[in-house]
Antibody
Framework: QVQLQESGPGLVKPSETLSLTCTVSGGSISGYYWSWIRQPPGKGLEWIGYIYYSGSTNYNPSLKSRLTISVDRSKNQFSLKLTSVTAADTAVYYC??????????????WGQGTLVTVSS | DIQMTQSPSSLSASLGDRVTITCRASQNIDNFLSWYQQKPGKAPKLLIYAASSLQSGVPSRFSGSGSGTDFTLTISSLQPEDLATYYCQQSYNTPRTFGQGTKVEIK
């Protein structure tokens, strides 16, 4: 069973860059799409973007100007960078695997999530 | 963007009750619809994919139906461990979008 684990700073200052990494274990990063999803405290889920193992990306237009998602196949990891953060970016950030075929693009495996707070 | 609207936003039901949550898409999404369960303080968990297929390991009391714009998640007999918020999500196109969630409480 594949497992995903987010890592990165829990506190980021306004206007700085939020950086997170998701490490995939128990399976290869190859052949799948990998996504970031966030959830502000007490609110619903927001899709951030995804990356294919080959490196092609698709971003939420609401974040596209500030967002970079990258993959490192040698480390079985993918990463998120969000620039110029504000308090509105405070959220639990999840990484997840997205599966096509019969699964029609569902997120079948999720990390436990990591809370990132934007505050000075 | 495709808007996903769930109803109700919350519900309270007794153990053993049949519970139904609906999700409506703002345009046709065929069967590109998933349902997730999120327990307090935990990550979402996939319950149903392709509108009606049960994810491996998920109890058979959960079922999904629908196609096009209208979808339903049903819990046939509510159990204590079903206390959670349930989300629908479309994967027909990007940006991927989720419903606002339905919080299920036990009476």
């Amino acid at each position: 069973q594949v497992q995903l684990q987010e890592s990165g700073p829990g506190l980021v200052k306004p206007s700085e860059t939020l950086s997170l990494t998701c490490t995939v274990s128990g399976g290869s990063i190859s052949g799948y799409y990998w996504s970031w999803i966030r959830q502000p405290p007490g609110k619903g889920l927001e899709w951030i973007g995804y990356i294919y193992y080959s490196g092609s990306t698709n971003y939420n237009p609401s974040l596209k100007s500030r967002l970079t998602i990258s993959v490192d196949r040698s480390k079985n990891q993918f990463s998120l960078k969000l620039t110029s953060v504000t308090a509105a970016d405070t959220a639990v950030y999840y990484c997840a695997r997205m599966v096509y075929g019969d699964y029609k693009g569902s997120f079948d495996n999720w990390g436990q999530g990591t809370l990132v707070t934007v505050s000075s | 963007d495709i808007q996903m609207t769930q109803s109700p936003s919350s519900l309270s039901a007794s153990l053993g009750d049949r519970v139904t949550i609906t999700c409506r898409a703002s345009q046709n999404i065929d069967n590109f619809l998933s349902w997730y369960q999120q327990k307090p303080g935990k990550a979402p968990k996939l319950l149903i994919y392709a509108a009606s297929s049960l994810q491996s390991g998920v109890p058979s009391r959960f079922s999904g139906s629908g196609s096009g714009t209208d979808f339903t998640l049903t819990i046939s007999s509510l159990q204590p461990e079903d206390l959670a918020t349930y989300y629908c999500q479309q994967s027909y196109n990007t940006p991927r979008t989720f419903g606002q969630g339905t919080k299920v409480e036990i009476k």
